[in-house]
């Protein structure tokens, strides 16, 4: 008696053949980016930065591609009954067009949490062709809601990340980057968040550039593509840092981390603070509005500028999506993270004179108090106070600390303790 022996389920992976399809579909329908020279950033580094300007898109983001691409690829009867997605943001937006563009209904669901930029956005894109649930505190929570929706009606959900169609219009953006760069591409640096894009774009290097170094970029708060690589398997994270909105899933997908697993070279994890000093640098000094998804790749550069001196390096911006109501959260991440911005509960003596001294004796003559809260308790003899202290260089930190210690003043450093720091500021 023979034994039968199942073979395991196979599992479909981004074609390039169906990449130039999906290049063919979106004629008309998403832009061609430039990719462009840097010049700063190439004097920085000591290399060639080119930047793909997917911030430009019709949506300000790449997910235009992936999102018509999946519904350009629906028969007529499945678009008739309305298609559904889940959504930090961007592929929302870029949902939320196709079914303007194509006359389809859709019902996206996105976290609570996301800007208000964002939200109004995927309305604006959409018009009357879109209906907005707000519903969780992250992307995970959106999408079980999605699908629980998906399940009690008639319609398809269009995946941000984990479709082979969704991957295959995001791979059109290498396409682009190939035909365009009329040099050898050292290095290939793409953000990840649940991986669709990386999974796309790297299919079309792997075979037509197959020397190019590819490297995926994660916010060290949600390294969910990294943990799943190092696991050998997906994982699902139980807690992640939300900031970097476009790139904050708790769990990637299995098809992604299959074609990542297969074909990246590695991933790089980056702070978020250095994601926020970046945004501030594109804005300041090159006139780009880059989400902190979007900046992720270029935050990289400072991580890998070692090995990428003298080579040819592309920086996939993929996104343009901020919210101006968070330029005073980058600002702050950005201080803490470079040593500029640091706060302490200093308890003064309850006595005239004791905040002139510490003014005098302590503070530098560069240095900025941001933030100073007291309440004076008269019948205790020492009083808290919760102040915050601007730097102009990271190397005033040690004096100032001296500077205390020698005027005999009782402080904590609450930078160094995150649960209280977040409690207090």
């Known amino acids: 008696m023979s ?13 390039l053949d169906n990449i130039y399809l999906a290049a063919e579909r979106l004629r008309g329908v998403a832009v061609h980016t430039p990719l462009q020279e840097n010049i700063n950033l190439s004097d920085r580094y000591g290399a060639n930065i080119f930047l793909k300007r997917e911030d430009l898109q019709v949506v300000r983001s790449y997910k235009i591609r992936g999102a018509y691409n999946k519904m350009a690829s629906l028969p007529a009867d499945a678009l008739a009954k309305g298609v559904v997605c889940a959504s930090a943001g961007n592929h929302a937006q870029g949902l939320a067009y196709a079914c ?12 609570t949490t996301t800007p208000n930029q964002k939200v109004k956005q995927v309305k604006l894109f959409g018009k009357e062709f879109v209906e907005v649930v707000l519903v969780g505190d992250t992307y995970d929570d959106a999408y079980h809601a999605a699908i ?31 035909k365009d760069a009329n040099f050898k591409i050292d290095y290939l640096l793409m953000a990840i968040g649940g991986g669709g894009l ?40 139980s807690e992640i840092d939300k900031f970097v909105d476009g790139a904050a899933v708790k769990r990637v997908g299995e098809t992604t981390f299959e074609v990542c697993r297969r074909n990246l070279d590695r991933v790089v994890l980056v702070p978020e603070g250095k994601v926020c000093t970046t945004i501030l640098q594109l804005y300041n000094e090159e006139a780009i509005v880059a989400e902190p998804a979007g900046a992720l790749t270029i935050a990289a550069l400072d991580l890998l500028k070692d090995e990428i001196r003298g080579k040819n390096i592309v920086c996939l911006v993929g996104g343009g999506n901020n919210d101006i109501t968070r330029t005073e959260e980058i600002k702050e991440r950005s201080l803490l993270y470079e040593g500029l911005k640091h706060y302490f509960i200093v308890r003064f003596p309850q006595r005239s004179g004791a905040m002139r001294e510490f003014l005098d004796k302590v503070l530098g003559p560069n240095d900025d108090i941001t933030l100073f809260e007291y309440s004076k308790k008269t019948n205790r003899e020492r009083g808290p106070a919760l102040i915050g202290i601007e730097l102009k260089a990271k190397a005033d930190f040690d004096p100032l600390l001296s500077r205390m210690q020698e005027a005999k003043i009782h402080f904590e450093y609450l930078n160094d303790k995150p649960d209280l720091f977040e409690f207090l500021i």
């Not at 034994?3 to 074609?15: G, H, M, N, R, S």
């Not at 389809?104 to 669901?109: A, M, N, T, Y």
């Not at 299919?203 to 943990?227: D, N």
């Open 198 to 237: 990386a999974s796309g774009v790297s299919v079309v290097f792997k075979q037509l550039s197959p020397k190019t170094k590819l490297i995926g970029i994660e916010p060290l708060g949600s390294p969910s593509m990294k943990v799943a690589l190092d696991e050998g398997h997906v994982v699902t994270l």
């Open 148 to 178: 629980a929706y998906v399940d009690s009606h008639e319609c398809t959900f269009v995946h941000p990340f984990d479709d082979v169609l969704v991957m295959e219009g995001q791979g059109t953006v290498g396409l682009e980057i190939f």
């Open 3 to 15: 034994t039968v022996i199942e073979a395991e389920p196979t599992i479909a992976f981004p074609d």
């Open 100 to 111: 303007r563009k194509m006359a389809v209904q859709g019902i996206i669901f996105m976290p």
